[in-house]
C-alpha cells in the first residue's frame, strides 16, 4: 500500500504563489504516475496537473497550463506543484494522487488553497 502526505496549502493573494509538496511511502514501486487533482466549493473534482514516474511527461489542465508547474524527486518520493500567478478561481482544496500500475488509484488527505484579497 502507498501513504500520502500533502503539505504547502495555505492563503495568498491574487497574483501570489504557493507550492504544494506530496511525500509518498509503502509499494513505492507500484506506483506509475503522480498527479494533483482539486475541488473548489460546490464544484465537482477536477484534474489538474499529473507526471509519470521519470518524470519525462508531464499532463495539465487548460485551466493550469502555463501557471502551474508539477515535478518530482525520485529521491525524496515527492511530487510537488509550483503554482503561480494565482487567481481566486483557484480556491479549493487540492488532493495529491497516486496512480498504480495495477490501476487503482491513491488519494491523499487533501491541503486547502486560498485565493482571497
Known amino acids: 500500500q502507498v501513504q500520502l502526505v500533502e503539505s504547502g496549502g495555505g492563503s495568498v493573494q491574487p497574483g501570489g504563489s504557493l507550492r504544494l509538496s506530496c511525500v509518498a511511502s509503502?509499494?513505492?514501486?507500484?506506483?506509475?504516475?503522480m498527479g494533483w487533482s482539486r475541488q473548489a466549493p460546490g464544484k465537482e473534482r477536477e484534474f489538474v496537473a499529473a507526471i509519470n514516474w521519470s518524470g519525462s511527461s508531464t499532463n495539465y489542465a487548460t485551466s493550469v497550463k502555463g501557471r502551474f508547474t508539477i515535478s518530482r524527486d525520485n529521491a525524496k518520493n515527492t511530487v510537488y506543484l509550483q503554482m503561480n500567478s494565482l487567481k481566486p478561481e483557484d480556491t479549493a482544496v487540492y488532493y495529491c494522487?497516486?496512480?498504480?500500475?495495477?490501476?487503482?488509484?491513491?488519494w491523499g488527505k487533501g491541503t486547502l488553497v486560498t485565493i482571497s484579497s
Open positions: 509503502g509499494t513505492i514501486g507500484s506506483i506509475l504516475s
Open positions: 494522487i497516486v496512480y498504480l500500475r495495477s490501476g487503482n488509484s491513491i
